[in-house]
């Protein structure tokens, strides 16, 4: 969902019920996406909610005290460097 609209030729923002006032008709409105939202299918959504369970279930479990633990994290920071 977006809440704004931008003017294409000037960049003004307003509400979209209004329109550009130095070009009104002539521009085109482009949205403005809400930088909170992120878009995704059911089945990314899905994943993502099944690894967050298994990570809760990791941590009530006590995986914070494998000896592997630290090791996980630099892995991630690895990735991370990476662009992984």
Not at 22 to 41: L, R
Request: overall charge negative; proline content about 1%; some cysteine.
């Amino acid at each position: 969902m977006y809440l704004k609209y931008c003017c294409d030729k000037c960049g003004e923002e307003f509400q979209h019920d209004y329109e550009c006032l130095d070009h009104e008709k002539d521009c085109n409105n482009v949205p403005i996406w809400d930088k909170d939202i992120v878009t995704i299918t059911q089945e990314e959504y899905d994943e993502l909610i099944k690894d967050c369970r298994f990570l809760n279930a990791l941590q009530a479990a006590g995986v914070d005290n494998w000896s592997g633990y630290g090791k996980a994290f630099d892995i991630l920071k690895e990735w991370d460097e990476e662009g992984e």
